[in-house]
């Protein structure tokens, strides 16, 4: 057993919270550009779940016109969600 084995779950889960935040506020045709985009421009894991965390949440403040504030406190009620 490997002392990283945490991390491909960790991952899945990053990536259906960012995927299903998307969809819930109608973008979600954007995730795999966001996805691509982090993995490009990733230097280590903690880097690449920053860069897809904050691109979904950048993605929905310019679709929906609102402040960064208050979509990066939903999408942390939602990533700490059970759904």
Do not use: C
């Amino acid at each position: 057993m490997s002392k990283f084995d945490f991390v491909p779950p960790l991952l899945e889960y990053v990536r259906g919270k960012a995927k299903s935040f998307l969809e819930n506020h109608g973008v979600g045709y954007a995730y795999e550009r966001i996805e691509q985009s982090a993995k490009v421009n990733m230097t280590s894991v903690t880097d690449y779940i920053n860069r897809l965390v904050n691109d979904t949440v950048s993605e929905v403040v310019n679709s929906e016109n609102e402040e960064w504030g208050k979509i990066s406190e939903e999408f942390t009620i939602h990533y700490f969600s059970k759904d």
